[in-house]
């Protein structure tokens, strides 16, 4: 059964929008730090934005301020909003749950399959 399901992705031209979703399976969504990543051609795996244990949130600084993680606990459904996007963020994204709250390093227990997102120039 896939417990965590992305959606959203596509191709955008820069300074565009889109908004990214994540369908989790309830006993994830209750009992996890839920975080995005994304992995661009020749990079590492890096985190984009995360809840943290006490609700708050955090970000890469390279998206802080165009980037909104949020979520709907009716639908258990994790969201990120991506604005005023740059082809540097061409990359497939991930939902996760995170083994360790507040630490991307140590990745994620449950993972979604992935969505790509490009963005031209």
């Known amino acids: 059964e896939a417990q965590l399901v992305e959606s959203g992705g596509g191709s955008v031209q820069a300074g565009g929008s889109l908004r990214l979703s994540c369908a989790v399976a309830?006993?994830?969504?209750?009992?996890?730090?839920m975080a995005w990543f994304r992995q661009a051609l020749g990079k590492e795996r890096e985190g984009v934005a995360a809840f943290n244990a006490d609700g708050t949130t955090t970000y890469a600084d390279a998206v802080k301020g165009r980037f909104t993680i949020s979520k709907d606990n009716t639908k258990m459904t994790l969201y990120l909003q991506m604005d005023s996007l740059k082809p540097e963020d061409t990359a497939t994204y991930y939902c996760?749950?995170?083994?360790?709250?507040?630490?991307?390093?140590?990745?994620?227990?449950?993972w979604g399959q992935g969505t790509q997102v490009i963005v031209s120039s």
């Open positions: 309830g006993h994830i969504y209750s009992r996890y730090c």
């Open positions: 996760a749950a995170l083994r360790l709250c507040a630490d991307f390093e140590a990745g994620g227990r449950y």
